[in-house]
């Protein structure tokens, strides 16, 4: 293992350049560690974002060599060919400053494609009671874990295309509101996913589940989107 | 355009996938016979001319590139140039209807 690693990290917002800096190799290293490390010893207004450093709640996802990753769980032996590595904002969402973006649009998505539950029990009632291996709740088993990194959105392509599109993360999380069985908002979500700037714009390019830090598939749930929004608007519901 | 009608399009674009697919499974064995077998122009028309058959199929073949392609195009032009709206729809209207006439005069050009 070589001794140092020669780092390009993105400074400046929309307009900037990559700068290098030389950072001491260390095992079991992680890309957040890296850039820690650049912050507090070599240039300390260097901007970036990150809060719980174990993988659960998805704000220091940034692109590593090209590709958007979750940077504490990436270590760099993984992703540093010849000892140097790339680091630069996520794609698909305005640049504030360094390494941290504006996620307002990201967030604003789960809003507009419905993503907060309704429920029809009120805090009088029972609980509602939902079986593990019921088929609607297997059916989410993989999509519940989403932590709202944003690796998705800033990988996908129809997003770059059409800035209107929900994107991947959003509409996952229709998905998994679809499949609630105490769910009551099924037809106006259905309504906020439809259309060209809903679930019907996506290429199925599968950026968004091949990169998921957590292994979701969201292209699985936006084509079962698709075929329920379909069967809604040939009943009529739309 | 209409939330409804834009989920009609996708709609229609796939299921009209469906049909291309077998459509043009179904041409290409017409054409590798028809090469194969050294058909002259005279001798494919002679087996067209008057064929119902043959007629209902590349008829249903032009109807599914009529429907498919426009739609395709409609969102490979919003994607590419960030043209949207009436106008764009106007367009992907026009191109459907003019593939469809295009195709089905040739196709009855070599039934009739």
Redesign the interface.
């Known amino acids: 293992m070589a001794t140092t690693l020669s780092v390009s990290v993105w400074r400046g917002a929309e307009s900037g350049e990559f700068r290098i800096y030389e950072v001491p190799r260390l095992e079991s290293q992680t890309v957040l560690d890296v850039v820690t490390y650049i912050q507090r010893n070599l240039d300390p207004t260097l901007a970036y974002r990150f809060a719980c450093r174990v993988g659960m709640c998805g704000s220091c996802a940034m692109t590593v060599d090209g590709k958007a990753r979750w940077t504490c769980r990436t270590h760099v032996a993984s992703v540093a060919a010849e000892n140097r590595l790339e680091i630069a904002p996520l794609n698909n969402l305005p640049v504030i400053k360094d390494l941290v973006t504006d996620m307002s649009r990201f967030f604003d998505n789960w809003a507009r494609a419905k993503g907060r539950f309704h429920g029809m029990r009120s805090r009088k009632d029972d609980f509602a009671r939902v079986m593990p291996d019921s088929p609607q709740r297997k059916e989410v088993d993989g999509a519940i874990e989403c932590i709202g990194c944003g690796v998705c959105y800033s990988s996908c392509d129809?997003v770059t295309?059409?800035p209107e599109y929900l994107g991947p993360a959003a509409l996952n999380r229709a998905w998994t509101l679809l499949n609630d069985v105490r769910d009551t908002a099924r037809v106006a979500r259905l309504?906020a996913v439809?259309?060209?700037a809903g679930c019907?714009?996506c290429h199925t390019h599968m950026s968004c589940s091949e990169r998921c830090p957590k292994h979701i598939a969201p292209t699985a749930g936006i084509a079962g989107l698709?075929r329920a929004?379909?069967a809604a608007?040939?009943k009529g519901e739309? | 355009?209409n939330?409804?009608n834009?989920?009609?399009l996708?709609?229609a674009q796939r299921y009209s996938a469906m049909v291309l697919a077998l459509c043009v499974v179904v041409h290409l064995i017409v054409i590798v016979y028809a090469v194969r077998n050294g058909l002259s122009a005279a001798e494919i028309l002679g087996r067209t001319r008057g064929n119902y058959g043959w007629f209902a199929f590349y008829a249903l073949f032009v109807a599914a590139i009529a429907i498919h392609a426009p739609i395709g195009m409609r969102?490979i032009v919003?994607?590419?140039f960030g043209w949207?709206g009436a106008a764009l729809d106007a367009l992907t209207l026009v191109s459907g209807m003019a593939l469809a006439l295009w195709g089905w005069r040739a196709v009855f050009a070599v039934f009739a």
Do not use: F
Request: glycine share 4%.
């Open positions: 129809v295309w059409n309504a439809a259309g060209d019907h714009a698709k929004v379909v608007a040939l739309l | 355009m939330l409804r834009q989920v009609l996708w709609a969102t919003a994607e590419t949207r």
